[in-house]
């Protein structure tokens, strides 16, 4: 089993947990159910920001600890500030020591879109997504059918989320493209054994239909990648670590975008 099934097992765990406590309709309840989501896409291609997703990341299963110590709505802040198009901030608690909380921390200290990362498998964590503020959620392509990708982006489109999916190879695009979807992010790290690779992302952006906003996500920690990734024909970059590993998360980005 590798770790993309450990996490999944895990997850159908926690989501029959969470809807033992929190009731569909107390989510529906929730004061941020009622907001009109923030454009992906708006956030994205405006001339004001660059196109970065800024993703707060305490841990991960291939690096261990990241950043122990990092206050999130102050980290959010700083990256909102230096230009960041979108925040992802990891929700899921095993693997990578998030929380709902740091969710809701970045969503009240920010104004501009946030993705609730984590491994969604049931509809009911689209609604907790909504719930907890967020206005994007990531479909991982290789934990899901083509038929769930389909039902779940129109179930989240249909709250008025943005919906991302993430491919990691041609395979896994071809069979999961559906209307349903806003963006298209080519994930350079393999989830299931953690090998990275910035030539995936070359590798097939040219396959992804220009219907759909195009992102390059992990492994990125070059100023100069992102302008390769821009004339290849990428909208957006999801950078974690490479920020996170720094005491200033907030400083570091500041650094990395002065020399995009
Ligand atoms: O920290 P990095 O290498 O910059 O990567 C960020 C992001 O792409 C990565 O955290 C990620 C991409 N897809 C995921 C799916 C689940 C959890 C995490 C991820």
């Known amino acids: 089993m590798n770790i993309l099934d450990k996490i999944v097992l895990r997850k159908k765990e926690e989501v029959a947990a969470a809807k033992a406590l929190v009731s569909v309709q107390d989510l529906e309840n929730a004061v941020h159910f009622k907001r009109t989501p923030h454009s992906f896409k708006d956030f994205l291609l405006s001339a004001d920001r660059t196109g970065i997703i800024a993703e707060f990341k305490r841990r991960s299963p291939s690096k261990g600890l990241i950043n122990g110590v990092a206050d999130v709505a102050e980290v959010t802040q700083a990256y909102n500030s230096a230009g960041a198009s979108a925040l992802s901030v990891l929700t899921d608690v095993d693997f990578f020591g998030g929380k709902t909380e740091d969710l809701l921390a970045a969503r009240a200290a920010n104004n501009i879109p946030v993705l609730r990362k984590d491994f969604m498998i049931d509809e009911y964590q689209i609604l907790e997504a909504k719930a907890w503020g967020a206005d994007i959620i990531l479909l991982i392509a290789s934990i899901l059918t083509p038929q769930q990708i389909n039902d779940f982006g129109k179930f989240a489109q249909n709250l008025g989320l943005n919906v991302l999916l993430e ?6 695009l071809e069979r999961s493209i559906s209307p349903n979807l806003d963006a298209i992010g080519v994930n350079n790290r393999n989830l299931a054994d953690f090998t990275v690779d910035i030539q995936t992302s070359f590798d097939l952006v040219n396959k992804i239909p220009d219907e759909f906003l195009k992102i390059s996500e992990s492994a990125i920690s070059n100023p100069q990648t ?32 002065a020399e995009i």
């Open 167 to 172: 491919v990691h190879n041609l395979e896994e």
């Open 226 to 257: 992102i302008r390769e990734l821009k004339t290849a024909g990428f909208n957006g970059f999801l950078i974690g670590e490479n920020f996170m590993k720094t005491d200033n998360p907030g400083l570091a980005i500041q650094q990395f975008v």
